[in-house]
């Protein structure tokens, strides 16, 4: 069973930094596109990030410059780099992978729990 596993949230002031990880477990035969969403509390999850397998990566326009998604594939894990951090960033941030089980014809989407990022003085 694939399971993904966010950690690296907390409480940080404006303008500091965190670097969240989201690790990928289970029977996998590979993995394609990885992302990272967040979610405030009676809004939609938006994208915030995504790499390719390839390492092609994009942004939302409110984090470019701040924000850097990366990935190491043979550790199956997706980062996410957030520097200057602001208020408004704080949300509970989900992690999205599209996964190929082994044994499976067919790759899916899987999720994270989330991990709450707080950007507070």
């Known amino acids: 069973q694939v399971q993904l596993v966010e950690s690296g949230g907390g409480l940080v002031q404006p303008g500091g930094s965190l670097r969240l990880s989201c690790a990928a477990s289970?029977?996998?035969?590979?993995?394609?596109?990885m992302k990272w969403y967040r979610q405030t509390p009676g809004k939609a999850r938006d994208l915030v990030a995504a790499i390719t397998d390839g390492g092609i990566t994009n942004y939302v326009d409110s984090v470019k410059g701040r924000f850097t998604i990366s990935r190491d594939n043979a550790k199956k894990t997706v980062y996410l780099q957030m520097n200057s951090l602001k208020p408004e960033d704080t949300a509970i941030y989900y992690c999205?992978?599209?996964?190929?089980?082994?044994?499976?014809?067919?790759?899916?989407?899987?999720w994270g729990k989330g991990t709450l990022v707080t950007v507070s003085s």
């Open positions: 999205n992978a599209n996964v190929w089980p082994r044994g499976y014809d067919y790759a899916r989407d899987y």
């Open positions: 289970g029977s996998i035969s590979s993995i394609g596109n």
